[in-house]
């Protein structure tokens, strides 16, 4: 795993992953031994290490807060350089562009692996760049209706909002169960209100998955699509 992968054997692990995902959203059967195999002709490595790295998408994805291939369980090992190049290929394959996250996270992460870190000093003035990203449209009355059936109540863990907005509404958010940039349709039938823990954690947390499958079993206008 050390040495380097190029550009284009990277950017063509990535596009295997998203064509899998693709297959796997529309119910479609698909076998990843194919996909590691092709790869394996096309680059010349072992089928075991497309594997793998097709872990480590997921594994970015699961950073990004991007649902993955079930099957293909994150793997951690990855550096921040070679997720910011995944988490770039992983855009342009889905034509779409976001705030790039996981290379910033992952040096965080080796940053706490450091038994006694010296104080950090920081930055006095951090530096800007300006980045364009794609945002949906997003339906007012679907969001306005949601939380309305909510009252107040998270439709997740059953406990009433942890706080009032500016509004004196009790404050809950908006999650869509496919996400809007993985193709997901701006219905109530894809969309549930949740406290802002467990919106992380659908998001974020290690337990996503269980989350995801307890809304579906019981918020009973929800259809998986
Ligand atoms: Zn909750
Ligand atoms: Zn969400």
Redesign the pocket.
């Given at each position: 795993m050390n040495d380097e992968w190029n550009d284009e054997e990277l950017k063509a692990s990535v596009e295997a992953y998203v064509e899998m995902q693709r297959d796997e959203r529309l119910g479609q059967p698909f076998i990843k031994k194919h996909y590691y195999k092709r790869l394996a002709q096309t680059f010349g490595r072992s089928e075991k290490a497309y594997e793998y790295r097709m872990q480590n998408i997921s594994y970015v994805l699961a950073l990004m807060?991007r649902s993955w291939v079930t099957g293909l369980k994150p793997a951690r090992n990855i550096d921040a350089a070679v997720a910011a190049r995944i988490e770039k290929f992983l855009w342009e394959a889905q034509r779409q562009k976001a705030m790039p996250v996981a290379a910033f996270k992952i040096a965080v992460r080796d940053e706490m692996k450091q038994k006694n870190p010296a104080t950090p000093h920081g930055s006095t003035s951090p530096k800007s760049r300006r980045v364009t990203v794609t945002q949906f449209r997003r339906n007012a009355p679907v969001k306005a209706w949601v939380l309305q059936q909510a009252g107040g109540v998270c439709e997740c863990c059953e406990k009433a909002a942890p706080f009032k907005n500016v509004d004196g509404l009790p404050h809950l958010?908006?999650?869509?169960m496919r996400?809007l940039a993985d193709g997901g349709q701006d219905i109530i039938s894809n969309a549930v209100a949740?406290c802002p823990n467990c919106?992380r954690e659908?998001?974020y947390g290690a337990n996503a998955h269980a989350l995801v499958a307890w809304l579906y079993d019981n918020v009973a206008r929800l259809i998986p699509e």
């Open positions: 807060g958010e908006l999650h869509y996400q949740l919106h659908i998001h």
